[in-house]
């Protein structure tokens, strides 16, 4: 049995990962869902129609992802997570997703597991040049740990 993802963020964002997700994995479709928390939006609604969601997904293994914790979307996905069956990871990101989706196969905890390492590797500073047109660093250098990979 897949592991399903619901995304839970401000609007328009949950939508638009998946919407990434789709155009990279085309399969994924039945497995990940997407809610956008409106602005003015009683969380109660949005509450009740992420439960509709869960529902609709009818898995019994799902990751929920939320964008910010402390916020909103974050608080909704709080009260609906029930740590047996689903699992929360806030801070969610097209790289987090992106190794979610690849390995929905695998069990909720290797997913989550997954999803958070994908997450955090997949945030980096990048060179605006190429490194061969970059200048060489003195030796004395103000930051030594300063340096790409």
């Known amino acids: 049995m897949s592991t399903s993802i619901l995304i839970i963020a401000h609007a328009p964002l ?16 039945d497995s990940v869902a ?6 003015h939006a009683a969380p109660e609604d949005s509450l009740a129609q992420a439960r509709g969601l869960l529902q609709q997904m009818g898995t019994h293994s799902t990751l929920v992802l939320t964008d910010l914790f402390g916020a909103t979307p974050c608080n909704i996905a709080q ?21 979610a989706v690849s390995y929905r196969a695998e069990p909720l905890d290797a997913v989550v597991s ?16 190429a490194p061969q047109n970059q200048t060489r660093r003195n030796s004395h250098d103000q930051d030594p740990h300063d340096h790409q990979q």
């Open 79 to 99: 009260r609906l997570v029930d740590g047996v069956g689903s699992r929360l990871v806030a801070g969610v990101n097209l790289p987090m997703l992106l190794r």
């Open 114 to 129: 997954r999803a958070v390492v994908g997450g955090t590797q997949g945030v980096m500073q990048v060179a605006i040049a």
């Open 14 to 29: 949950a939508h638009a990962l998946r919407e990434c997700a789709l155009h990279v994995f085309s399969d994924c479709g």
């Open 34 to 39: 997407a809610l956008d928390v409106q602005p």
